[in-house]
């Protein structure tokens, strides 16, 4: 797997995006009004694509609406209700989306969002929060609209990983919804699993649909970007602080979000797992396709079975 980039782990954006013309496009990024999902949004924008903000809070939304406007005066950008720790919230956004007539497919979905905690924390369905929004969520999205994405003549999907997927070395299914050990470090260990768990549905969603056009990859933004994330930890903010210098901008964070999601040969990132602008290899069991397939089956088999779209 490679992907020739001039890019590296200092480009932004903007840069990668310089000179790529993206009107006639409809993209979707989860987790849109801050940090690196807000950055990937307003640049997708400002490259001429039709964006939608997936987001849980209206106000904040609503304000990141309004700083690409003003940023960018002829964005098309829309915001939509998002939730993914709560699953009439994804259905009722995967009806809204799948009943428009003014969107009849949807070229780029951008799978961003996400949550950490060191706190044990449950939705109201009762499945460990970090997992849920993660990627129980952003599986119930993806799913939902994949009628709509393969409408597109070369859709993407790019789920942002992390380089915590390989914390685990195996995933573990018995602990992942609700985890046996609720103890202060649990929600780490969550995120490892919840990181995994999106190589894995890249991997799984290449693999089924890559023969109907779509091409998947997994991608890790960069090592503690700086944005909001992990807010409501001070361990975790105490960490960012100590390791600031290293850390990347969230317009840096969202390089190879938008990289993988434009770049023009779809065979240079179909299935694969990238790191700043750059082809990475990344653990064993991500790159299992058994394990793949295996999460995928036990995730729709949850959805079935309690959050039906």
């Given at each position: 797997?490679?992907?020739?980039?001039?890019?590296?782990?200092?480009?932004?954006?903007?840069?990668?995006?310089?000179?790529?013309?993206?009107?006639?496009?409809?993209?979707?990024?989860?987790?849109?009004?801050?940090?690196?999902?807000?950055?990937?949004?307003?640049?997708?924008?400002?490259?001429?694509?039709h964006v939608?903000?997936?987001?849980?809070?209206?106000?904040?939304?609503?304000?990141?609406?309004?700083?690409i406007?003003?940023?960018?005066?002829?964005?098309?950008?829309?915001?939509?209700?998002?939730?993914?720790?709560?699953?009439?919230?994804i259905?009722?956004?995967?009806?809204?989306?799948?009943?428009?007539?003014?969107?009849?497919?949807?070229?780029?979905?951008?799978?961003?969002?996400?949550?950490?905690?060191?706190?044990?924390?449950?939705?109201?369905?009762?499945?460990?929060?970090?997992?849920a929004?993660?990627?129980?969520?952003?599986?119930?999205?993806?799913k939902?609209?994949?009628?709509?994405?393969?409408?597109?003549?070369?859709?993407?999907?790019?789920?942002?990983?992390?380089?915590?997927?390989?914390?685990?070395?195996?995933?573990?299914?018995?602990?992942?919804?609700?985890?046996?050990?609720?103890?202060?470090?649990?929600?780490?260990?969550?995120?490892?699993?919840?990181?995994?768990?999106?190589?894995?549905?890249?991997?799984?969603?290449?693999?089924?649909?890559?023969?109907?056009?779509?091409?998947?990859?997994?991608?890790?933004?960069?090592?503690?970007?700086?944005?909001?994330?992990?807010?409501?930890?001070?361990?975790?903010q105490?960490?960012?602080?100590?390791?600031?210098p290293?850390?990347?901008?969230?317009?840096?964070?969202?390089?190879?979000?938008v990289?993988?999601?434009?770049?023009?040969?779809?065979?240079?990132?179909?299935?694969?797992?990238?790191?700043?602008?750059?082809?990475?290899k990344?653990?064993?069991?991500?790159?299992?396709?058994?394990v793949?397939?295996?999460?995928?089956?036990?995730?729709?088999?949850?959805?079935?079975?309690?959050?039906?779209?």
């Amino acid at each position: 797997m490679t992907l020739p980039s001039t890019f590296n782990r200092n480009s932004t954006a903007d840069q990668v995006l310089e000179g790529k013309n993206l009107s006639g496009k409809i993209a979707m990024v989860t987790g849109a009004n801050g940090g690196i999902g807000y950055e990937t949004a307003r640049s997708l924008a400002a490259a001429g694509a039709h964006v939608i903000l997936g987001c849980r809070n209206p106000r904040l939304g609503e304000e990141a609406l309004a700083k690409i406007r003003l940023a960018h005066p002829n964005a098309q950008v829309e915001l939509v209700s998002l939730d993914l720790a709560d699953p009439a919230s994804i259905a009722a956004c995967v009806e809204s989306l799948s009943t428009r007539n003014d969107i009849s497919q949807l070229d780029i979905l951008i799978c961003n969002a996400g949550s950490m905690s060191t706190k044990y924390l449950l939705t109201d369905q009762g499945i460990e929060r970090t997992v849920a929004v993660c990627h129980l969520g952003h599986f119930m999205l993806t799913k939902g609209l994949l009628d709509t994405i393969l409408k597109a003549p070369a859709p993407r999907i790019v789920m942002v990983s992390s380089e915590s997927h390989r914390y685990p070395l195996r995933l573990n299914f018995d602990n992942l919804l609700v985890a046996k050990k609720q103890n202060r470090i649990n929600g780490f260990n969550a995120y490892g699993q919840a990181k995994l768990c999106n190589a894995l549905m890249a991997l799984e969603l290449q693999q089924r649909y890559g023969s109907q056009g779509l091409t998947a990859c997994a991608v890790h933004p960069g090592a503690l970007v700086t944005t909001g994330f992990g807010r409501e930890s001070w361990l975790t903010q105490a960490l960012f602080t100590l390791v600031s210098p290293l850390t990347k901008t969230p317009h840096q964070g969202a390089a190879t979000s938008v990289l993988c999601a434009t770049n023009d040969n779809a065979d240079d990132i179909a299935g694969g797992y990238f790191s700043h602008c750059r082809a990475a290899k990344p653990s064993a069991e991500a790159g299992n396709a058994a394990v793949a397939k295996k999460l995928w089956d036990f995730s729709e088999d949850y959805l079935q079975n309690t959050a039906k779209i």
